[in-house]
Structures are given as structure tokens and as C-alpha cells.
């Protein structure tokens, strides 16, 4: 599952600017539009049903650019999820774990080799519920930062589509006012960028519930990877296994 800090920060960086772009080019439309409709030769059958579209059109670019405002409210969470997962997974957490689970196995204790008596088993039976916390740590690590690896890359891949969503939409609303300008074109121009806005307000609909789903999914990972911790087995009372005898 690979992701790209850097890739990803300039994915959002592309949409705030594609959101400011996106707003100049619908307010371009309006005026387009009445300056080409605006001629006496051109008859209100024709005028009327383009100044509704135009206006349509601008109400739905306007939705699409809202709908990416407000997907952007989530645009650091990709970068936190994947940082939060290589916390779990580097030395700061499995790695301690896992020096722990190893010191403390049964086979790798080097004071039963030179001490022997009562003092000696109870030392060994104290520790060795140790082992077996470290380990279900260790599991409980690598499920986190696989879930949250997983939202990392779903988030990441998220913000790209919607960027060729935007990108497109912004297309969309170039060729619906250079349509306006020529007034002969501006009927056919804008029912096709009306037509292409729906689509594309469909689309982002579609990729915020995909996103959604995979989030979902991974949080119930998470849930229960949080069961793991309060298990009784690997911690009695829910507490690291006390070492006192």
C-alpha cells in the first residue's frame, strides 16, 4: 500500500486552487451569457431556455465547488492517518513491544540459568504473562496501522479523483461562457455543460460514499483492536501482568 506525503499535500494544495479558479469561472458565465443574449436579433425562444440553463448551470458548478470546499475540511486527515500508522509500526511502539515480548520468553530468561530454588520458579511463573501482553500489543500495532494505512491510501486516492472532478467541472464552465460568447452556440453549449455538471455532481457523490465505506470498514478494525486491549487473558484487570511475586 504505497502513499506519498508530498504527492498528496500537493493533490490539495492543486484543489484550493482549483476552487478559487473554479469561482471566477462561473462568475464569468452570468455576464456572458447576458451580453451574447442581449442583441435584438436574437428571438426570447432562443434567449430564454439559454439564460435558464446558464443559470442551472452556474447553481450546479456552484455545488460542485461547495461539495469540494467541504470535502477539503478532511484534506490533513490522509497525511495524520498514514504519520499515526508508521508510529505504530516504527520502534516507538512495536519495536519496544517486541524487544519486550522477546526478553522476557520463557527460553530467553538468563536468571533461571544461574539461580535455582523457590525464589527462582515464582520468578519465572511472574513473568511469564509478559510474553504473551507484549505479543497481543504487537498484533494490536500491526492491525492499527493497517487499518490506518488503509484510510491513509483511500483518502489519498480520494483527493485525486475529485481533483480530475474539479479539473473537469472547470472545463466544463470555460466552454460553457466561450459557447455564450459566440450566441449562436450558447443553446447547444450550455444543455451539454448542464448535462456534464449533473454527471460530474454524481460522480463526487459516488467517490464520498466509496471513501465513506472504506473508513467505515477500518473503523471496525479498529474497535476491535480496542476489544484486544481490555482482554483479561493477555491483561488481568486490564493491566500489564504484574511481575511481583
Known sequence: MAFNVAQTQATVEKLNSGVTKMSAKLDLIGPAVEKAMNHWYIPDAVAKPVIWAAKRLIELGCRIRDKVIECLKGAAAPVMFFLDAQEWQGPSIRGKVSGVAGNVAGEALKA????????????VGAVKGQPLAATQIETTSDKLATALTLCAVAGAAFYLALLAVLIKAILVMVAAAAAAATGVGAPMGF?????????DFGIISGLVVTLAGTVTAQAGQISVAKGEANDNSAFPGGKWPSAIV
Open 191 to 199: 444543455a451539454a455543460a448542464v448535462v456534464e455538471a449533473l454527471t
Open 112 to 123: 533461571p540459568l544461574t539461580w535455582t530454588g523457590e525464589g527462582a520458579t515464582a520468578y
